[in-house]
């Protein structure tokens, strides 16, 4: 198990990748064109079409809220949730609806069921999944929470041959085949050779890993800097 100390500052390398803030940025609201995902919001970015982002407002809005300022924007967001549970598209252009979003992301209560959330629907899996390979460094741990938060760990690691330390394999040689396959996916589609318009952008944070792969930081000593920022 991974220390706190530790945790924290992975997921602050992933907050920077996500929203631009070390803490995070829990009013964050993004629609990327091109991206499947639609709508994406929060600290670390859970999405209309799959699910997440329901499930995470649903969680908000089943709590007591007696802040009258909060409680106005909360209706609103309460308006939206069949929409956003059925996955309905217009409400990415649903002004009303990003406002309030925006707006809520200053409230503690949403903050502390971000947290929450993020922590079971992300970190929780991606430390399971970190310690069955037999990982143990944290910029192990770092580069496999990123790919839950991103998205499609499984489908990278089986387009590179080598093993994981549970398999007889060597921590530092899996981590760096991964860095560089996920890399090469988020550039290609490796059945068609075509751009994949929505993750293009998201090369960096791989470029981001191979910096620290290099400086050989595999313990996350601070302080490092993580596209400008200086984390410490």
Not at 23 to 34: H, M, Q, R, S
Not at 177 to 205: E, F, I, Q, S
Request: hydrophobic share 40%; with cysteine.
């Amino acid at each position: 198990m991974i220390p706190n100390d530790k945790k924290r500052l992975i997921q602050a390398i992933v907050n920077i990748f996500e929203t631009d803030e070390p803490a995070g940025d829990y009013g964050n609201v993004t629609l990327i064109t091109g991206d499947s995902g639609g709508l994406t919001y929060g600290r670390s970015q859970t999405t209309l079409a799959y699910g997440g982002l329901y499930k995470l407002l649903a969680d908000y809005c089943s709590r007591t809220q007696t802040n009258p300022t909060w409680a106005v924007f909360t209706k609103v967001v309460q308006r939206y949730l069949p929409q956003i549970k059925a996955g309905d598209e217009s409400v990415n252009d649903a002004r009303e609806l990003i406002t309030a979003l925006k707006t809520l992301g200053h409230d503690p209560l949403m903050q502390q069921v971000q947290d929450e959330f993020f922590d079971r629907q992300y970190w929780q899996p991606a430390a399971s999944a970190t310690e069955l390979m037999a990982l143990t460094l944290p910029l192990s741990y770092a580069v496999v929470y990123d790919s839950f938060v991103h998205g499609s760990f499984n489908r990278v690691r089986r387009m590179f041959p080598e093993v994981p330390p549970s398999k007889g394999g060597k921590e530092a040689a899996w981590v760096i085949a991964y860095v560089h396959a996920r890399r090469y996916w988020l550039l290609t589609d490796t059945l068609g050779g075509k751009p994949y318009t929505a993750d293009d952008a998201c090369v960096y944070r791989m470029d981001e890993f191979i910096k620290m792969i290099q400086a050989g930081n595999w313990d996350l000593k601070t302080p490092f800097t993580v596209r400008g920022y200086q984390l410490n």
